[in-house]
Structures are given as C-alpha cells and as structure tokens.
C-alpha cells in the first residue's frame, strides 16, 4: 500500500472554509482503479494556523502516481479552490508519501 498526505497550515478563522472547500468539491477518487480510502484530518491549534492533513490511502505507489496524471485529478483540483480571493493557508501545502511497510489490525479477541 501507498499513503499520500498533504499538510495544510490554515489560517486562524479559516478553518470552516477550508472544510466547506473539501466537503463541496467533487473528488473522483471513488472511480480510480488502486483507490482504497480518503480521510481529511484536523490537528492542532497553533498561535497562527490550524494544521489540517489530507490522508489518501491507495494500493500502490503505482496507482497513485495514475492518480496524479489522471484526467480526474486535474478536474478534482481546478475545483478545489477558494472562492472568497484571499488565500486561506500560510504557505503551500507540503505533499508526504509513504510505502507501507507493516499494518497491524485489531483482532476479533480483542474486541
């Protein structure tokens, strides 16, 4: 598996739209081949930003990387902006990738 995240640092007050940004856009992940699961996460609050991580988890580097060439991903991201004008984040958002190496899951006896 391949995890790819994003890290965002929201300006104080933005916060409720940068999620309204994300709950709103049309994403396509849902019709890529090696797609597994999305999550956007919400981290501390700083002296001037909320840090925010987009968590996209795929089947492998390789069905990422389709993602990123793809059609879909060029529509996903020409809507996913703001449209008040002014920029809701300090800085780019900063892109992480991950190989997985060991995942751990919960047993039934442990429940």
Known sequence: ???AMNRFQVKLGSEAAFETVWRTRESYLGSMAGFVEFHLLKGPVLE???LYSSHT???DKAAFEAWT???EFRRAHARADNKTGE???LGHPKFEGFEVIMTER???AAA
């Open 69 to 71: 060439r793809s059609e």
């Open 106 to 108: 919960k047993t039934n």
């Open 87 to 89: 920029s809701l984040y």
């Open 48 to 50: 001037d930003h909320t």
């Open 1 to 3: 598996m391949f995890i």
């Open 57 to 59: 988890v795929w089947v």
